[in-house]
């Protein structure tokens, strides 16, 4: 059974910083990507950013370039999303996912397709 735990999420002031954790279990790890979509009121999910577990390969949304670094722990299963400089527009509910394809964050269009979705985490950045 896949499962995701998905911690550090919370209420945070603009300028303020989170650091979300994903850890998984119930597929191999190492062969998929793992990142973070975002889903705010009204609004279309979105691959914010993932990191392929294999190879290192991430990618960020062009929203939250130099603000937010995603990294990995193969031995604990784990990837962690820091978020510093955080924004009002940050607002949303994060949700951990995993798929072999890491341009499946890039397009709306490949949403539905990803392989595993957590259950998700409120992210509430206030002005």
């Known amino acids: 059974e896949v499962q995701f735990v998905e911690s550090g999420g919370g209420l945070v002031q603009a300028g303020g910083s989170l650091r979300l954790s994903c850890e998984a279990s119930?597929?191999?790890?190492?062969?998929?990507?793992i990142g973070w979509f975002r889903q705010a009121p009204g609004k279309e999910r979105e691959g914010v950013s993932c990191?392929?577990?294999?190879?290192?390969?991430?990618y960020y949304a062009d929203s939250v370039k130099g603000r937010f670094t995603i990294t990995k722990d193969n031995a604990k299963n784990t990837v962690y999303l820091q978020m510093n400089s955080l924004k009002p527009e940050d607002t949303a509910v994060y949700f951990c996912?995993?798929?072999?394809?890491?341009?499946?964050?890039?397009?709306?269009?490949?949403?539905?397709?990803?392989?595993?979705w957590g259950q998700g985490i409120q992210v509430t950045v206030s002005a």
């Open positions: 996912a995993a798929d072999p394809r890491l341009y499946y964050w890039r397009g709306s269009v490949y949403r539905n397709l990803v392989d595993y």
């Open positions: 119930g597929f191999r790890f190492g062969e998929y990507v």
């Open positions: 990191i392929s577990a294999y190879d290192g390969e991430t």
